[in-house]
């Protein structure tokens, strides 16, 4: 065996000691599609350019009817119109707010109520097995079916759509914090006890920062709800806010109009999203490596 | 059950009081009927070092939380320093294959959670002094304002050690500690161990299914067989303390090994 291996070890030394001789590397490059290496601002613009242009050019051919798909130009031109409106504070700034105003208190209310649901059914066993049952029938239903009952009851101010937001927005966060309190394993648990911890220091110091990134999870679906029950709130109950705008605008075959508020809803809801993780970015800061990965 | 009577050390008289006893221990899991103990007795003597070896399922993590009072034992007798075992108490610390650090917290934060839990805030922040010793004791000074996920796997179980001691317990209760970290950590590790528990003259009672690791550690090592799981033998390994990693070469160290690897295989075939 060693008399093998002597020689091996020689000739590998001679070898390396002769190496004027230029080396073979084994450099390669791995293939990635050329349509893959667009940097993202990039890729983005192109799709937007590609979809713009496809727009224009069903409209410009008179392909499809103005009264059903407007210009890119004359949608443009209706966005800066609105958005000088409200800057300029008329009238399209006080439905704004109202809108606004039932998404807030939409959302606090979903909050408030998910929340403590949630905790109720994620931390009992009674609230698991007498309640949850109920939650997840609910759940299912069309949940904006009972935007009539809303109205009747609340009448056609805010109320309602609030009520409506909230009733949308509170089942996304009642099964994150439910699903989130669960997630403490075996270990923990022993620990806690081994540790001699009360109930209510299990829960605060353990069970409650574990379930944080699945609350932040139902908070941000929520977030997502809670625009869309304001604005069907406000289709179906009339008031004054920007749904009502909208509904105004179609009724006139103002296509542009609706296109462009239906924008500066979702900066709203762009807004309100990018708040609660923001939030959730401050609160779950031990997450931020992992939030990090999943978006690149 | 034949058992080797421990030999006569230097240890002074005190050291041989029993620290932990139990009696006729048995467990019958109630949701699936799983026998996991049956008619498990044994004693720890104070400043000991146990090991209970066996397969995988044969039950030694059921003991250990009866012993930690984690769960309550079907049949038998658990007393910890006089008291019978009734729930968790303080002068039990207890270690898992995971370091269970909380990520929210930071290594100290970690360390005197026990101290926070039970007396408070206050009391923990005075009892960082003393987590900042035990971080030195375990190699770990200049990572106290860390947060875990900074950590190696050996870093993180080195902190859990500081958080089961920061609390000063009777017993130390230790369920494959290092069994998730690679086999060189492993041996640091429990050479750390040895030292550490000799430091504090903790009697210390060890779930491993590494013979080496049960050898090279213990006083005495409980061999277990499984379905029901039961004590088949103690083993005293009357090896000099310290250990060192070296006396795993010896003939002796070979020849305890060997004893015990024909006890497991004579309970596998049972
Ligand atoms: N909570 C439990 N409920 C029911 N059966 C269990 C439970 N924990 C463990 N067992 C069963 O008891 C036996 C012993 O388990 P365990 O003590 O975890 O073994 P080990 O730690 O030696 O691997 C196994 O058969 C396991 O399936
Ligand atoms: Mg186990």
Not at chain 2, 10 to 35: M, P
Request: contains cysteine.
């Amino acid at each position: 065996m060693s008399d093998t291996r002597i020689p091996a070890t020689q000739d590998a030394a001679t070898s390396a000691n002769a190496v004027t001789e230029p080396l073979e590397e084994t450099i390669w490059e791995e293939k990635v599609s050329l349509l893959d290496r667009i940097p993202r601002a990039i890729s983005m613009a192109f799709v937007f350019a590609v979809f713009v242009g496809l727009w224009h050019g069903a409209t410009s051919l008179g392909l499809v009817s103005p009264i059903i798909l407007p210009t890119p130009a004359e949608t443009l031109k209706d966005i800066i119109f609105v958005g000088k409106n409200l800057l300029a504070g008329e009238y399209m700034l006080p439905a704004l707010w109202i809108t606004i105003l039932e998404v807030i208190y939409g959302f606090a209310l979903a909050v408030a109520i998910g929340f403590s649901l949630g905790v109720l059914v994620g931390e009992t066993v009674f609230g698991e097995r007498a309640i949850m049952p109920y939650l997840v029938a609910i759940d299912t239903m069309p949940k904006v079916a009972f935007a009539p009952l809303f109205v009747a009851w609340l009448g056609f101010g805010i109320e309602s759509k609030v009520a409506l937001a909230a009733f949308i927005a509170t089942f996304p966060i009642v099964v994150g914090t439910a699903a989130g309190l669960h997630s403490a394993d075996e270990n923990a648990r022993m620990l806690f006890k081994t540790m001699g911890a009360t109930r209510w220091q299990t829960l605060v110091k353990m069970k409650l920062p574990l379930a944080l990134p699945q609350i932040f999870t139902g908070l941000k679906i929520g977030a997502v709800g809670v625009m869309a029950g304001a604005i069907t709130g406000e289709f179906l109950g009339g008031g004054k806010g920007f749904g009502e705008l909208i509904r105004v605008a179609a009724s006139q075959l103002n296509t542009p109009r609706v296109f462009s508020l239906i924008l500066y809803l979702s900066l709203l809801g762009l807004a309100l999203y990018a708040l609660v993780t923001f939030a959730q970015r401050r609160v779950v800061f031990w997450q931020k490596t992992t939030a990090a990965a999943s978006h690149d | 059950m034949s058992s080797v009577v421990a030999t006569p050390s230097s240890e002074s008289i005190a050291a041989d009081t029993a620290v932990y006893s139990l009696n006729r221990v048995g467990k019958t899991y109630a949701r699936n009927q799983v026998v996991a103990l049956e008619d498990v007795s044994l004693t720890l003597k104070k400043g000991s070092f146990s090991s209970v070896i066996g397969s995988s399922g044969c039950g030694k993590s059921t003991l250990l939380k009866i012993m930690a009072g984690l769960i309550p034992p079907t049949t038998g007798r658990v007393e910890l320093q006089g008291k019978p075992v009734v729930g968790p108490r303080r002068d039990i610390g207890m270690m898992f294959q995971q370091a269970t650090l909380f990520p929210w917290r930071t290594t100290i934060q970690n360390i005197v959670l026990p101290i926070e839990i039970r007396d408070g805030r206050d009391a923990a922040n005075k009892a960082k002094e003393r987590a900042h010793e035990l971080l030195d004791v375990v190699g770990l000074n200049g990572f106290a304002d860390v947060y875990p996920n900074e950590l190696s796997g050996g870093m993180a179980q080195r902190a859990s050690i500081c958080r089961m001691l920061i609390t000063e317990p009777a017993v130390l209760l230790l369920d494959e500690p290092f069994s998730a970290l690679d086999e060189l950590s492993r041996d640091m590790m429990n050479m750390e161990l040895q030292r550490i528990c000799s430091e504090q003259n903790a009697t210390a009672f060890l779930v491993t299914h590494s013979i080496a690791e049960a050898v090279i550690l213990s006083d005495d090592i409980y061999v277990m067989k499984p379905r029901p799981g039961r004590l088949a033998e103690v083993v005293n390994v009357d090896l000099p303390r310290p250990r060192t990693l070296d006396m795993i070469t010896t003939p002796k160290f070979g020849s305890i090994v060997d004893y015990i690897r024909g006890l497991l295989d004579k309970g596998e075939s049972l």
